[in-house]
């Protein structure tokens, strides 16, 4: 079974772009999280999809957004980038919400000029 | 004061060497505990899964909760050096999103 998948791997983008992010979770999961890591904060979520409908958010600004498609498929946007955004994204896929195990994907590894 | 704090290491120790990881935690209606592991590179990897106190053990590893205390434990037993990695807590109330700890660097020397 093909694990979570995320593109771009590596993303260099200069202060004022913006970004979009894509995840594609296993098969037959339905619910998509995304986080954010970088050294000095750790992992921080971002926001949980589950059916189209965006169920939790972080504390992020609102300059950080994100869908899900009806086949599951997540993606996640970044408009008006700042250096501070520069950071590893991590997507990770469930069957269902709540407690049920969450797959990690390999990351999107952001850098911000 | 963050949620969950642990502490970042790094942490270096001999191959054989039992391993001692730690969490502490401030929100008491956190009710799900979980150790991750993130390799170089990679995602982090679900490792461990316990439910309120208590201890839970799966081959080397031990995962220990103590909700008085609002400390939960990671034990590693007969360490390797391919346990080397960044090890995450993360802990969840009800169905709410997933707090994680800062994440302790491993490195196990041969």
């Known amino acids: 079974k093909a694990g979570v998948t995320q593109t771009p791997r590596y993303l260099i983008k200069t202060r004022g772009q913006q970004v979009t992010l894509s995840c594609s979770p296993i098969?037959?999961?339905?619910?998509v999280s995304w986080y954010q890591q970088t050294p000095g904060q750790g992992l921080q979520f971002l926001f949980e999809y589950f059916s189209e409908t965006q169920r939790n958010k972080g504390n992020f600004p609102g300059r950080f957004s994100g869908r899900q498609f009806s086949n599951s498929r997540s993606e996640m946007n970044v408009s008006t980038l700042e250096l501070g955004d520069s950071a590893l994204y991590l997507c990770?896929?469930?069957?269902?919400?709540?407690?049920?195990?969450?797959?990690f994907g390999p990351g999107t590894r952001l850098t911000v000029l | 004061q963050k949620e969950v704090e642990q502490d970042p290491g790094p942490l270096s120790v001999p191959e054989g060497a039992i391993v001692s990881l730690n969490c502490t935690y401030s929100?008491?209606?956190?009710?799900?505990f979980m150790w991750y592991r993130q390799y170089s590179r990679k995602g982090p990897e679900l490792l461990m899964y316990?439910?309120?106190?208590g201890n839970k053990e799966d081959g080397r590893f031990t995962a220990q909760v103590d909700k008085s205390s609002k400390y939960i434990s990671l034990f590693i037993r007969d360490s390797q050096p391919s346990d080397s990695a960044t090890y995450l807590c993360a802990m969840m109330q009800g169905a709410q999103k997933l707090v994680f700890g800062q994440g302790t660097r491993l490195t196990i020397n041969p």
């Open positions: 316990t439910y309120s106190s």
């Open positions: 098969s037959g999961h339905r619910s």
């Open positions: 990770a896929s469930s069957l269902t919400v709540g407690v049920d195990e969450q797959f």
């Open positions: 929100n008491s209606a956190f009710q799900y």
